[in-house]
């Protein structure tokens, strides 16, 4: 999808929601243009970061978009023989970090600091999903859905965090979600949040991994529930985790 080409200053500032930016970096791994211009912009929006922190404004999203669709709006082309189309395309990817960093300057204000959700917490640059998968103590548990798909939930005790990715998986029937859950050693379900409506996504559970022994999926009504209504349609043994 030639589309998502057209994302990478939106995930270098982390202005798309998790279904897009789930597709984002699954098209970022196998795309290397991408991936040198996402690491361009965060390396210039890094620059305008002062020691004075800000609160960003409601408009922040819709700003920063704004300025992006305007900035990339083709995906990377091998260079062709004509200078013209060279220097067309070639001159906004060179020009797009700067132009991205002023519509940060514009909105953020001089002197303010820019956040930078995408860092990690000693500075890398990782999306919270990324710093689970990488960790050194990460550890996997594959659940086959058969006809439905295939799903895999990976977690890091040092991260204290779980992320589930899936490949193929049918969508929730109408009128329902698919609900993440932490199970308990007694048996106990704590919501960990709804999983978007797409085959092949990448979802970092909400809260923690510290007292869970299990990772569950149920089928809820719209906008999930306090409390399972229906048996859970996989369940990831963590302590089994490889």
Not at 111 to 133: C, D, I, K, R
Not at 210 to 231: L, W
């Amino acid at each position: 999808m030639s589309d998502l080409h057209k994302l990478t200053g939106a995930y270098a500032v982390d202005a798309l929601d998790e279904l897009e930016r789930a597709r984002f970096e699954q098209h970022l791994s196998a795309c290397e243009d991408c991936r040198a211009e996402v690491a361009e912009l965060r390396e210039t929006a890094a620059l305008l970061a002062d020691t004075t922190a800000v609160e960003p404004p409601a408009s922040l999203r819709s700003s920063v978009l704004a300025g992006i669709s305007q900035v990339r709006p083709l995906p990377p082309e091998v260079p062709s023989a004509a200078p013209a189309a060279d220097d067309t395309h070639g001159g906004r990817r060179r020009w797009a970090p700067f132009l991205v960093a002023a519509a940060l300057a514009l909105v953020f204000g001089v002197g303010a600091a820019v956040t930078q959700p995408w860092a990690g917490p000693e500075g890398g640059n990782l999306t919270a999903a990324e710093q689970v998968l990488q960790a050194d103590d990460a550890k996997k548990v594959v659940h086959d859905l058969g006809a439905a798909g295939r799903a895999t939930v990976t977690w890091s005790k040092s991260q204290d965090r779980a992320v589930i990715t899936t490949e193929d998986m049918v969508g929730a029937p109408d009128g329902k979600d698919y609900e993440l859950w932490f199970v308990g050693p007694d048996g106990s379900f704590t919501p960990a949040g709804l999983m978007p409506d797409a085959p092949d996504q990448t979802v970092v559970l909400d809260g923690t991994t510290v007292d869970a022994a299990a990772v569950g999926i149920t089928v809820e009504p719209d906008g999930g529930s306090e409390q399972p209504t229906s048996d859970p349609i996989a369940v990831f043994d963590l302590t089994q985790a490889a």
